[in-house]
């Protein structure tokens, strides 16, 4: 299953692997690491590559993000007809993919780093989270919980509010608790699995519910 082709940043391997560095430098050596020579040093690639790729520094910090954030998957859109099982299916994969990343090295660092700079006059870390990282990932998973009901698979008025919902059973405190450096746990799918059974109970139709095995909330 691949990430919806229509948002997900399309990078080259040579180019995904020059992010991998650089996010790699940033968990290591924090912001001071993340030099346009210290990324072509460690990626082995020219500094006129990076400027031709990425642009400037906020360039590259951008493209690093966009670049965790296609990790999480939610549903290739072309040709594809929503079932019960498939819905569940791509619900528990972006469910347990956001998971994987928010408690990865990479996000915790660049999360800690946006927090730590939170009351610095011009900081632009945290305004790229949103815009490259989390927005990235809403849009995404919005288009599948709408494409569940157009499919009379899901029933909400508010599109927007029942994806808050599916967020928060999915990620609850887990994040912040991580953050200020606890790690409950490393496999995330029995966690994935009943976040995504809460939120169906609570917005799944009768056919969802049926054909799910559960019962309505």
């Known amino acids: 299953m691949q990430a919806d082709s229509a948002t997900a940043p399309e990078f080259s391997p040579r180019q995904n692997a020059v992010l ?31 400027y031709k790729w990425f642009g400037d520094r906020d360039g590259l910090l951008s493209a690093m993000i966009a670049f965790q954030a296609s990790k999480v998957r939610t549903f290739e859109r072309d040709g594809e007809r929503l079932t019960v099982p498939s819905l569940q299916d791509h ?6 993919d956001l998971l994987d990343v928010l408690s990865g090295d990479v996000s915790l660092a660049l999360n800690r780093l946006a927090v730590g700079q939170a009351s610095r006059d011009g900081s632009k ?11 990235q990932i809403d849009r995404r998973a919005r288009a599948l919980i709408d494409a569940g009901r157009r499919a009379g698979l899901l029933a909400f008025d508010d599109g927007e509010e029942a994806y808050r919902t599916l967020y928060g059973l999915i990620v609850s405190d887990l994040h912040v608790r991580m953050l200020l450096g606890d790690h409950p746990e490393t496999d995330f799918s029995q966690r994935a699995e009943k976040a995504v059974r809460a939120f169906l109970k609570l917005h799944g139709t009768a056919k969802t519910l049926a054909e799910a095995g559960l019962t309505a909330a």
């Open 20 to 50: 991998s560095q650089a996010l790699r430098l940033l968990v290591d050596g924090g912001e001071k690491a993340l030099t346009t020579a210290g990324v072509a040093r460690a990626a082995n690639c020219s500094k006129e590559s990076l």
């Open 91 to 96: 619900l528990e994969v972006f469910a347990k």
């Open 125 to 135: 870390l945290g305004r790229l989270l949103m815009e490259h990282g989390r927005r």
